[in-house]
């Protein structure tokens, strides 16, 4: 007889183990929950029924940070040097702080053209940009930042460059509406080259602005995407602004992780002639 | 010089990322505990637990507490084997965190194509630099004062874009 009764007791626990569920997390069962979805941040009492509200903090994070690793891709097909391409890895490091941000980014090449092939580091891009919201859909951020001379040239005429910038962004609804201005302080030194035909080959320099306007649109919550025309001086004397229509996406994957794609089409001879990008970010 | 200067810049933001990595880290260890005791609590316990851990939510942001969220129905759902939807315990702060994460991924896209727009004079930038680097190296000149004819880089297309 005492067999049967430790047998059933067991068998009735065990079912109500396996069969434990608490659909509203109040750590009341549902089987002896008198008050079934309780919202969760309700304190309860025993029988799961609310005896307190409580206050949630709206606050935001204030820190938040990114690592962003990419593989990007840049081809042309200048008449001095015929069809080049450039395949690069990046990565990137973004800190910000409520509205203020820094940035960290940099790359590794390897160029091939017709007879030649080289690679290294590129440029080192430093900088600090602040956010003003200016409104609830207006946006601005203005920025600061130094392209560190990492890249080896044969030139020997590499030298820290300075950027401002100023960018808007107007997001209404779906619809992202942004347009951009830089400023680059080319400190790279004037250098002539004599061939040993006797040739000169003139490199000067001058300082850039650069502009870029277009529109995005989210896709759905996780997906935008969006196109862009960008123009910039050329960093030589005398030469055809670099100009460029571009299409860009970021894909949220979820609440850490996304990627961001990109194309650019030349449309000036001092522009690649397609430049793609690829990134896989870790925002926290 | 140079090397000093992309050696601080890097120490900077390191500093930086680690500190931020170990407060993120703290608060995680914290809820884990918590989520452990109410997951080992027997039944009479477990409201007492599950209300501390509610009242800690509460006083966490909007990140965090949709993270502590997220990790306490994935573990109870794992261990009662219930197939409870993303949400449906959350009631009315179900919007809200649905509304949080949208309005994070808004943002941040955002930020990213501000920076895009940027990135893309960078490349190019570079990309003339690479192309005049390509040009010296290709034409074998050395460094000299100007003398005979001047010529410059061409970059026209060979047969027009």
Same mark, same amino acid.
């Given at each position: 007889?005492?067999?049967?009764?430790?047998?059933?007791?067991?068998?009735?626990?065990?079912?109500?183990?396996?069969?434990?569920?608490?659909?509203?997390?109040?750590?009341?069962?549902?089987?002896?929950?008198?008050?079934?979805?309780?919202?969760?941040?309700?304190?309860?009492?025993?029988?799961?029924?609310?005896?307190?509200?409580?206050?949630?903090?709206?606050?935001?994070?204030?820190?938040?940070?990114?690592?962003?690793?990419?593989?990007?891709?840049?081809?042309?097909?200048?008449?001095?040097?015929?069809?080049?391409?450039?395949?690069?890895?990046?990565?990137?490091?973004?800190?910000?702080?409520?509205?203020?941000?820094?940035?960290?980014?940099?790359?590794?090449?390897?160029?091939?053209?017709?007879?030649?092939?080289?690679?290294?580091?590129?440029?080192?891009?430093?900088?600090?940009?602040?956010?003003?919201?200016?409104?609830?859909?207006?946006?601005?951020?203005?920025?600061?930042?130094?392209?560190?001379?990492?890249?080896?040239?044969?030139?020997?005429?590499?030298?820290?460059?300075?950027?401002?910038?100023?960018?808007?962004?107007?997001?209404?609804?779906?619809?992202?509406?942004?347009?951009?201005?830089?400023?680059?302080?080319?400190?790279?030194?004037?250098?002539?080259?004599?061939?040993?035909?006797?040739?000169?080959?003139?490199?000067?320099?001058?300082?850039?602005?650069?502009?870029?306007?277009?529109?995005?649109?989210?896709?759905?919550?996780?997906?935008?995407?969006?196109?862009?025309?960008?123009?910039?001086?050329?960093?030589?004397?005398?030469?055809?602004?670099?100009?460029?229509?571009?299409?860009?996406?970021?894909?949220?994957?979820?609440?850490?992780?996304?990627?961001?794609?990109?194309?650019?089409?030349?449309?000036?001879?001092?522009?690649?002639?397609?430049?793609?990008?690829?990134?896989?970010?870790?925002?926290? | 010089?140079?090397?000093?200067?992309?050696?601080?810049?890097?120490?900077?933001?390191?500093?930086?990322?680690?500190?931020?990595?170990?407060?993120?880290?703290?608060?995680?260890?914290?809820?884990?505990?918590?989520?452990?005791?109410?997951?080992?609590?027997?039944?009479?316990?477990?409201?007492?637990?599950?209300?501390?851990?509610?009242?800690?939510?509460?006083?966490?942001?909007?990140?965090?507490?949709?993270?502590?969220?997220? *990790?306490?129905? +994935?573990? &109870? !759902?794992? =261990? %009662?084997?219930? $197939? #409870?939807?993303?949400? /449906?315990? @959350?009631?009315?702060?179900?919007?809200?965190?649905?509304?949080?994460?949208?309005?994070?991924?808004? *943002?941040?896209? +955002?930020? &990213? !194509?501000? =920076? %895009?727009?940027? $990135? #893309?004079?960078?490349? /190019?930038? @570079?990309?003339?630099?690479?192309?005049?680097?390509?040009?010296?190296?290709?034409?074998?000149?050395?460094?000299?004062?100007?003398?005979?004819?001047? =010529?410059?880089?061409?970059?026209?297309?060979?047969?027009?874009?």
């Amino acid at each position: 007889m005492k067999k049967i009764i430790l047998f059933t007791m067991l068998s009735l626990l065990s079912t109500g183990l396996l069969a434990y569920s608490d659909a509203d997390m109040d750590g009341v069962a549902d089987s002896v929950d008198k008050c079934p979805n309780t919202p969760l941040m309700d304190l309860v009492d025993i029988n799961g029924c609310t005896k307190k509200k409580l206050n949630v903090s709206h606050t935001k994070s204030n820190s938040h940070a990114d690592i962003i690793v990419g593989a990007n891709y840049s081809g042309s097909n200048f008449a001095s040097l015929n069809q080049t391409d450039t395949y690069s890895s990046s990565l990137q490091v973004d800190y910000y702080y409520k509205d203020f941000s820094l940035q960290a980014s940099t790359s590794y090449y390897k160029t091939d053209g017709h007879a030649y092939s080289e690679n290294g580091m590129n440029d080192t891009f430093v900088g600090a940009a602040y956010n003003i919201k200016l409104t609830k859909y207006l946006l601005v951020r203005v920025g600061a930042g130094a392209s560190l001379p990492t890249y080896k040239t044969s030139l020997n005429n590499n030298n820290t460059d300075y950027t401002g910038s100023l960018n808007v962004s107007y997001a209404l609804a779906k619809t992202n509406i942004f347009a951009g201005y830089s400023y680059t302080l080319n400190n790279d030194d004037d250098v002539s080259v004599k061939d040993s035909l006797g040739n000169v080959y003139d490199y000067r320099y001058q300082d850039t602005n650069a502009y870029s306007a277009g529109m995005g649109y989210y896709l759905t919550n996780s997906l935008y995407m969006s196109a862009a025309y960008n123009q910039s001086n050329s960093i030589y004397k005398g030469y055809e602004d670099v100009k460029t229509a571009s299409l860009y996406g970021y894909k949220s994957i979820d609440k850490n992780w996304f990627m961001t794609f990109f194309y650019a089409y030349g449309l000036s001879n001092t522009a690649s002639d397609h430049a793609a990008s690829i990134k896989l970010g870790y925002y926290f | 010089m140079k090397f000093a200067k992309i050696t601080l810049s890097v120490a900077l933001l390191g500093a930086l990322t680690l500190g931020m990595a170990d407060e993120t880290a703290s608060t995680s260890v914290s809820v884990d505990a918590q989520i452990a005791a109410i997951q080992a609590a027997p039944a009479q316990e477990r409201v007492q637990l599950m209300n501390q851990f509610k009242q800690k939510l509460a006083t966490m942001n909007q990140a965090d507490r949709m993270a502590a969220i997220q *990790e306490m129905q +994935q573990k &109870m !759902q794992a =261990q %009662a084997g219930t $197939q #409870m939807q993303a949400g /449906q315990a @959350m009631g009315a702060n179900g919007q809200e965190m649905g509304s949080a994460m949208k309005q994070k991924a808004t *943002e941040h896209a +955002q930020e &990213m !194509q501000m =920076q %895009a727009n940027e $990135q #893309m004079t960078q490349m /190019q930038n @570079m990309n003339q630099r690479q192309s005049g680097n390509q040009f010296m190296n290709m034409n074998g000149g050395s460094m000299s004062g100007a003398t005979g004819g001047s =010529q410059n880089m061409n970059f026209n297309m060979p047969a027009g874009r």
